[in-house]
């Protein structure tokens, strides 16, 4: 009988293993009764849950407990931050119609802003970035100089989902804050890896969710400033701060703030294995597959890419090709392109740092985290040779036919 290898995950950017710890403490959370909004002995109690995990969550991430705004995760903490402070800003000066956001947000940014413009008549400025996927501080600096009395808000990610590219969030802070123009990051990747201070930064709003942190699917918060007016998106029994409505989850707020904790306490060690992990991932490859090329930022660092995503193209290959054959095998990895309507589409951030439509669609990111070992990177340095040369053949069927 065939023995079956067993399944390799790398693929920790989209979504990493949960702590047992916060398993645990989730799994006890479930097995009580109580609505945290309830007045009697049962609300009370998931009620201290709520707070004591919004305490941890606000020491670990530097703001202040009141500043947390617990939510569904990062699409709906995004959309809160755009969308409140757009129609807050406006409300107060009709003129303030203009949202000032990098080429490569996540779509949990970039579609809230498109629809802004398209159904709430909001002007966008869109900043270019250079070949290293950094957004480029002059081309900000000259579009609110046009005209900061027009501008609403200024998002930008802390560190980008694709490349792992750290953007230079205080420095965006610095340009905004001489116009008193709020600032808003998405700081989802960054969270895990990164040591975030929300007051340190100067940062008026900030999203992070638990699921990228090893906690679970459904909970995440908006950091927002106590000082600054935002409009809510729902509206009901005003349960955070009256900026969202809806019964807060006991069970996964307390799974949040236990996952933030263990990685905030593990980040001096797992940092440097993950990094050392990913240096024999991108060496391997450049041995196993010469002719592919390393994308992004060379250097790890605050300033330079997180530890953990190595962006790859594979030229002659097509990214969903090689993904499949892969997880044929048992090995789980991303593309850099997403899928609308099952025609595969070029990611908007690799074209926006220059790549043609080729490269954009001849790419993977693999992506480590604290289950990550070195065996993982063996099994794929093991197929990837193969896989690249059955990738690129079908591709050259493809051509020959179409």
Same mark, same amino acid.
């Given at each position: 009988m065939t023995e079956i290898a067993p399944s390799v995950y790398l693929d920790h950017a989209a979504t990493t293993s949960m702590w047992p710890e916060a398993v645990e403490v989730m799994q006890q959370e479930f097995l009580r009764t109580g609505n945290p909004s309830s007045l009697h002995e049962a609300g009370r109690r998931a009620r201290r849950v709520v707070e004591e995990s919004r305490e941890l969550i606000a020491e670990r991430l530097g703001a202040r407990p009141s500043e947390v705004v617990f939510c569904s995760g990062g699409t709906e903490a995004n959309n809160l931050a755009i969308k409140g402070l757009y129609w807050a800003r406006r409300s107060a000066n009709p003129l303030r119609n203009r949202v000032l956001f990098s080429s490569i947000e996540h779509h949990a940014l970039l579609d809230p802003v498109t629809w802004l413009a398209a159904h709430e008549q909001a002007r966008i400025d869109v900043t270019p970035v250079d070949q290293q996927g950094r957004i480029r501080l002059d081309a900000l600096s000259e579009a609110i100089d046009s005209n900061p009395a027009d501008v609403a808000a200024i998002t930008t990610m802390w +560190?980008?989902? $694709?490349? !792992?590219?750290?953007?230079?969030?205080?420095?965006?802070?610095?340009?905004?804050?001489?116009?008193? @123009?709020?600032?808003?990051? #998405?700081?989802?990747?960054?969270?895990?890896?990164?040591?975030?201070?929300? *007051?340190?930064?100067?940062? #008026? +709003?900030?999203?992070?969710?638990?699921?990228?942190?090893? !906690?679970?699917? !459904?909970?995440?918060?908006?950091?927002?400033?106590?000082?600054?007016?935002a409009t809510p998106l729902l509206h009901g029994g005003g349960q955070e701060r009256d900026l969202r409505s809806g019964t807060v989850g006991a069970a996964l707020v307390a799974g949040f703030a236990t996952a933030l904790d263990l990685t905030v306490q593990h980040q001096s060690e797992s940092g440097p294995r993950i990094?050392?992990?990913?240096?024999?991932?991108?060496?391997?490859?450049?041995?196993?597959?010469? $002719?592919?090329? @390393?994308?992004?930022?060379? $250097?790890?660092?605050?300033?330079?890419?997180?530890?953990?995503?190595?962006?790859?193209?594979?030229?002659?290959?097509?990214?969903?090709?090689?993904?499949?054959?892969?997880?044929?095998? !048992?090995?789980?990895?991303?593309?850099?392109?997403?899928?609308?309507?099952?025609?595969?589409?070029?990611?908007?951030?690799?074209? +926006?740092?220059?790549?043609?439509?080729?490269?954009?669609?001849?790419?993977?990111?693999?992506?480590?985290?604290?289950?990550?070992?070195? *065996?993982?990177?063996?099994?794929?340095?093991?197929?990837?040779?193969?896989?690249? $040369?059955?990738?690129?053949?079908?591709?050259?069927?493809?051509?020959?036919?179409?």
């Open positions: +560190a980008n989902n $694709e490349m !792992g590219t750290i953007q230079p969030v205080r420095e965006v802070v610095e340009l905004a804050r001489a116009h008193q @123009i709020p600032v808003h990051s #998405d700081a989802v990747q960054a969270a895990g890896y990164l040591e975030l201070d929300f *007051a340190g930064t100067g940062l #008026d +709003a900030m999203t992070v969710t638990a699921h990228k942190l090893g !906690g679970p699917v !459904g909970v995440g918060a908006l950091v927002i400033r106590r000082e600054l007016d990094e050392a992990l990913r240096d024999r991932l991108v060496r391997g490859i450049e041995r196993v597959v010469p $002719e592919a090329i @390393i994308n992004g930022d060379p $250097e790890t660092g605050p300033g330079h890419r997180l530890p953990n995503i190595a962006h790859v193209t594979f030229p002659g290959c097509e990214g969903d090709a090689l993904l499949m054959l892969l997880d044929a095998q !048992g090995v789980q990895v991303s593309t850099g392109s997403a899928c609308q309507a099952g025609v595969p589409q070029p990611s908007h951030v690799l074209l +926006a740092m220059g790549f043609g439509d080729a490269a954009a669609r001849g790419s993977l990111r693999f992506s480590l985290g604290h289950t990550s070992t070195a *065996a993982d990177v063996d099994r794929l340095l093991e197929l990837l040779p193969a896989v690249c $040369e059955r990738a690129r053949a079908a591709g050259l069927v493809r051509s020959r036919t179409s």
